[in-house]
């Protein structure tokens, strides 16, 4: 076999930043002097595609040269596909889709792997097995409230799902079916040290989805939030130590964690307080009566409160999770509401965990409510209850200030500058605007400061680290629902569009015009073009805070224990052994042969086979491949795996390894013999 050397492990960003402003200075002189010898080609260049000097600039801030890295990764959410896509930015390069709750032949994921098997039926609701997700919030672990970049968590909102993602080999370690609710959404964010992973629900439901009819609403349904209990060492959430609260049945949307001075209390908006039932029960649909009412309401949880009553039992058991009874949260002082305006959407907090911003889908404004007003209208009891006795706060006493935005904001994120970054649904644009104390004083505060037009219908917006308690600023990403022209059209189903955009620059008008779009100072850089589901959100990590492995740390790993399987077939100890009606197979695979590279057996028999890639290169990945049984495996170096299945099918299967290792891939084969 044929070592190669690792290339350097760091990521060269001084370098980037060289060659950037290298390339800049040959393309200001090419573009202004029009001397020198190679000066004179970047013109041409230029001319010949008829590039604006605008366009120009935004070429070289996302180039990226061969062999160069990128200086951030974003984990977007992949929608309907059920994965998590990782890409790297500013070249907005895939680099990875990480397969979570769909099946996944490249990664060789749920196709016979026993341990992957495992993982994704835990998955399943009742009797039926679950092939999709629909993936809406990713979340990566924090420490004080900073990506530490070593997991990843993702909700399916279809099904009320959550899973874990190992950032040591980028693959999903836990897939848990959420007890209580049958749809989620405001899921996964986490607590600032990783404690827990929220997952908030969505539509309501009887609290375990069990029958009940839409007439009986008010009484019967409910709406939830969970809290997962993260078990760093082990890398897995840990379902024991984990709890749901019981919630009226509004419609609990998106939830935020609060950071620094609100770190313990957790916040989520909702939309259906007006309780519309849908135009069988009600007469008016669902768009119409969800959206009849002035105000929904944000829901404020007390999280230290909440786990105190879970540890005191003070819970009931849906389908044997526990859930602690709305009139405890009450009596506890664990829930409060606080109206928000005009069918609410996205609830964000600012770094410091001073103001939570939420937006009115219907309302062309943000609004930002004060934790320290909030705490203070609790001292006060300054409220009134709603219809389930839960205190609604005095609306005017928590509220910090409101910003005109524009026509259907959405979500908020953060820079390193004291700006926050609205998406704005239907005027498509993402408006800048300044936050009060401490990030901006005086007439400085809460100001709009810029419109950047998207293209088009803007949901979610991400910043590097744009909602830690350090945002960095530099690049903001808005993921558009409609891209409309902006791609050689594919038929009539479009690619969603994900656009990059420089904030690093400061704004250079105090102010712009709400009713106009102006940049100032914000610049378009690239469209990429997303073809495998709707990313709702996406977070964007520092490269350099992920520190997986290059190879599996030793030859025998088992992914799923992340140790080394003592079982592992190695070098020396390949085999078939048959024990009654089943038969064990020990194989190991390396450039280009399997070993053993037959196996025989009679139909009906039960096969339990384990390969071990015995390879210790960078990439020395190779595949397995087993015709008419619906496996395939992906075994990249190190790493040892089983499958499972009857030979129920008799016949010759050639088996051959499906990644294009070396020069004799196509020889690294064998037979597969099945006696009748
Ligand atoms: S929210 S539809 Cu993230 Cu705007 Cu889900
Ligand atoms: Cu191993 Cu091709």
Known sequence: MTERSAPPRRKRRWLVLFALTAALALVAGACTAGDGEAAGSYTDIINERGLTDEQVEAALKTYVPSGQWDEYVMFASGGHSGQVIAIGIPSMR?????????????????????????????????????????????????????????????????????????????????????????????????TPNTEYVIEGG??????????????????EYRGMVTFWKFDRDKGRIDESQSFALELPPYWQDLCDAGKNVSEGWVFCNSFNVELAKGKSVDGAD???????????????????????????????????????????????GVLYFIP????????????????????????????????????????????????????????????????????????????????????????????????????????????????IPI?????????????????????????????????????????QNLQLIDISKEPINPTVDVTGTDPNGMQLLYDMPMALGEPHYAQIIKADKLNPFEIYPEVGWDPATMQVDPEAPVPGNERVERDGNTVH??????????????VEVKKGDRVIWHITNIEQS??????????????????????TATFEFTANESGTFPFYCTEFCSALHLEMAGYFLVQP
């Not at 197979?585 to 037959?598: C, L, Q």
């Open 455 to 495: 293209q088009y219908n803007v949901g979610h917006v991400a910043a590097a680290e744009g909602d830690t308690v350090s945002p960095d600023g530099n690049y903001l990403v808005s993921l558009n629902k409609w891209s409309i022209d902006r791609f050689l059209p594919p038929g009539p189903l479009l690619p």
């Open 202 to 219: 969505q539509y309501g439901n009887p609290l375990g989805w069990e029958y009940a009819p839409l007439e009986e609403y008010e009484a």
């Open 585 to 598: 197979v020990y194989m190991t695979a390396v450039r280009s042969r399997y070993t053993p590279d037959r």
């Open 286 to 332: 669902f768009e119409a009566g969800v959206s009849a009412g002035e105000n929904d309401y944000l829901h404020v949880i007390n999280l230290r409160k909440a786990e105190e009553l879970f540890k005191a039992g003070e819970t009931i058991d849906v389908k044997g999770f526990p859930v602690i009874p709305l009139d405890k949260l009450i009596d506890a």
């Open 94 to 190: 895939i680099l990875k889709n990480i397969a979570v709750f769909t099946p996944e032949p490249w990664q060789g994921w749920g196709y016979g792997n026993v341990e992957q098997m495992k993982v994704l039926e835990a998955g399943n609701v009742g009797d039926n097995q679950i092939s999709w997700g629909d993936t809406h919030h990713p979340a990566l672990s924090e420490t004080n409230g900073d990506y530490d970049g070593q997991f990843l968590f993702i909700n399916d909102k279809a099904n009320a799902r959550v899973a874990v993602i190992d950032l040591r080999d980028w693959e999903t370690k836990q897939i848990l079916k959420n007890p209580v609710s049958i749809v989620d959404h405001g899921g996964t964010m986490v």
């Open 340 to 451: 928000e305006p005009k069918s609410p959407h996205g609830i964000d907090i600012s770094p410091g965990g001073e103001y939570m911003v939420v937006s009115g889908k219907l309302d062309p404004h943000v609004t930002i409510y004060s934790f320290d007003k909030i705490q203070q209208a609790i001292a006060d009891k300054n409220w009134v209850p709603d219809r389930y006795g839960v205190p609604v706060l005095d609306f005017d006493a928590v509220k910090e200030a409101q910003i005109e935005v524009g026509l259907g904001p959405l979500h908020t994120q953060f820079d390193d500058k004291g700006y926050a970054y609205t998406s704005i649904f239907l005027d498509s644009v993402v408006s800048r605007w300044s936050l009060g104390p401490p990030y901006k004083e005086g007439d400085e505060a809460w100001k709009l400061v810029g419109r």
């Open 618 to 639: 960078l990439d020395a990945t190779h595949g397995f491949a087993l015709p008419g049984y619906n496996i395939t495996l992906s075994l990249e170096p190190g790493e």
